[in-house]
């Protein structure tokens, strides 16, 4: 059965398999890795297991379920065969990073270190094999007054609907692209909320580019649930389609969401805007774990660089679900249990016959889950406008740095958006280039005239979330650590006897 890990105290010293992320990949790589008799941990950093998807799932009541639809509700049973797996599970756990390790197991190996964070205490763990299944990150929506009061992004209006039932009181608006926007105005509508508008800002000549794959899309399971969903909001709330440019306008408070529509221009009053164009995978950890990525024009991000069964450049490293591209819940289930079978094979867990009759039978599940989604990805890919604003529209709201001001920077000639960070502190803030990084990647490639994979991506070192002096102070003192604060006390002491 499950155990739950409350403090970092309490952690194993070493792993077979440590697992960073409790969504749909993170939990089926936790259950497929511990049936082959691994001993696996699962680190995550919300209350409860169920990453975005499933959020709350377990404490959700019936009208909850209701509300949130049929695909939430499906998380339950994922969630029931996990608290039946022997594994290690950390709740509200940071590990803030994976490299290797500076001294091997007593088989010989030099395992893979993680800094983790829980309960106040900070620690290093071994693992054999890490699995990052660290999910999506809405991708940024940088339009003029998106900083101000009453304006939120989608998915922050999703978290707060399944982690504590909290719903908009006043007059809502949703704007962007992608199917997360229309699903939420759903949940909302649903949860008797007052949707104003949808406001669609997918741009037009996306169908033509999607109907080469409307075929893969209609035998899929996306095809049906994705058409009631347009119906209920089309028969429910006002829809507005085509919009080619939105500004929240307000005095010190959204009150008024500025649009334009062809030639025309519209004005929308209301007391909530939710932005959302679309997600892009969490590359964070990814990326200071020093995994190779490359950029994905089809998804206008950055992706880790895997093979089907997630392994990254890193080895022992692999990546799966949304943090490997952006593929859904159901096909994340199949790279996290794809990921857990790889790591049972390479730890000698299992024979290849066994590894292989098993692949087979995932890849083809796989597959079924990936249909139709070349279609949502050429439909709702965002325009350009949105993803790379005017001058005087904040990109880093950390740092308060503007598009105007980073292509200032720009036109002096930095090779990359390492020297961009450098010079302006863009990507230097609490959130690490989290809600700035693909703007400023997709403006500086767009000032230099080439596509972002040539120029890369910030490069991220440990500790890639905040760490306190306290729990650094809790880590234990390691021999070479010893030996360099012993050598410099020594210099210090000569240096006072011989002065």
């Given at each position: 059965m499950m155990q739950n890990i409350h403090n970092a105290a309490d952690l194993a010293p070493h792993y077979d398999v440590v697992i960073v992320g409790a969504?749909?990949?993170?939990?089926?790589?936790?259950?497929?890795?511990?049936?082959?008799?691994?001993?696996?941990?699962?680190?995550?950093?919300?209350?409860?297991?169920?990453?975005?998807?499933?959020?709350?799932?377990?404490?959700?009541?019936?009208?909850?379920?209701?509300?949130?639809?049929?695909?939430?509700?499906?998380?339950?049973?994922?969630?029931?065969?996990?608290?039946?797996?022997?594994?290690?599970?950390?709740?509200?756990?940071?590990?803030?990073?994976?490299?290797?390790?500076?001294?091997?197991?007593?088989?010989?190996?030099?395992?893979?270190?993680?800094?983790?964070?829980?309960?106040?205490?900070?620690?290093?763990?071994?693992?054999?094999?890490?699995?990052?299944?660290?999910?999506?990150?809405?991708?940024?929506?940088?339009?003029?007054?998106?900083?101000?009061?009453?304006?939120?992004?989608?998915?922050?209006?999703?978290?707060?609907?399944?982690?504590?039932?909290?719903?908009?009181?006043?007059?809502?608006?949703?704007?962007?692209?992608?199917?997360?926007?229309?699903?939420?105005?759903?949940?909302?509508?649903?949860?008797?909320?007052?949707?104003?508008?949808?406001?669609?800002t997918t741009p037009v000549e996306n169908r033509r580019l999607a109907m080469p794959h409307v075929l893969g899309f209609a035998a899929s399971s996306y095809a049906l649930k994705g058409l009631k969903l347009l119906f209920e909001v089309h028969r429910r709330a006002r829809v507005i389609r085509g919009a080619t440019a939105l500004e929240a306008v307000g005095s010190g408070q959204f009150s008024t969401l500025r649009l334009h529509r062809g030639n025309k221009s519209l004005h929308i009053e209301g007391d909530l805007l939710l932005l959302h164009q679309g997600i892009v995978p969490n590359l964070n950890l990814t990326l200071a774990a020093g995994c190779d990525y490359v950029w994905d024009e089809r998804l206008a991000a950055f992706r880790p660089a895997v093979d089907i069964c997630g392994a990254s450049s890193v080895p022992g490293v692999s990546i799966a679900g949304d943090a490997a591209g952006i593929v859904g819940a159901a096909a994340s289930a199949h790279q996290g249990e794809l990921a857990g079978l790889t790591a049972a094979l390479d730890l000698n867990r299992i024979g290849q016959g066994v590894y292989e009759q098993r692949r087979n039978e995932l890849a083809r599940k796989l597959a079924r889950a990936l249909k139709g989604r070349s279609f949502i990805e050429h439909r709702f890919r965002p325009d350009k406008t949105f993803r790379v604003p005017e001058d005087d529209v904040i990109v880093c709201r950390c740092e308060e740095i503007t598009a105007g001001k980073l292509r200032e920077v720009a036109a002096l000639g930095v090779p990359g958006p390492n020297q961009m960070k450098a010079f302006t502190r863009c990507g230097m803030g609490p959130c690490q280039g989290r809600l700035c990084g693909l703007t400023a990647a997709e403006l500086l490639a767009q000032c230099r005239g080439v596509a972002p994979g040539e120029l890369g991506y910030f490069r991220l070192r440990p500790p890639i979330k905040p760490v306190t002096l306290g729990e650094l102070a809790a880590l234990p003192h390691t021999e070479a650590a010893i030996v360099a604060v012993a050598g410099w006390v020594e210099r210090a002491a000569e240096e006072r006897r011989t002065s």
């Open positions: 969504g749909p990949a993170g939990l089926s790589a936790a259950i497929e890795a511990s049936n082959h008799g691994l001993v696996v941990l699962l680190a995550d950093e919300n209350q409860s297991p169920g990453g975005q998807i499933y959020r709350s799932v377990e404490h959700a009541s019936d009208a909850d379920l209701g509300r949130m639809g049929p695909d939430y509700a499906n998380g339950r049973s994922l969630l029931e065969r996990f608290r039946r797996a022997k594994v290690s599970y950390a709740s509200r756990a940071t590990v803030w990073s994976v490299g290797p390790a500076d001294e091997e197991t007593g088989d010989g190996v030099h395992p893979l270190e993680l800094g983790i964070s829980l309960g106040g205490i900070a620690r290093p763990i071994a693992a054999h094999r890490v699995i990052l299944a660290t999910g999506a990150l809405e991708r940024p929506f940088p339009i003029p007054g998106w900083t101000m009061p009453g304006v939120m992004t989608a998915g922050a209006a999703q978290i707060l609907m399944k982690s504590s039932g909290l719903v908009p009181s006043g007059r809502t608006i949703l704007a962007g692209a992608g199917p997360l926007l229309y699903l939420l105005a759903s949940q909302l509508l649903r949860a008797g909320v007052s949707v104003t508008a949808v406001v669609d």
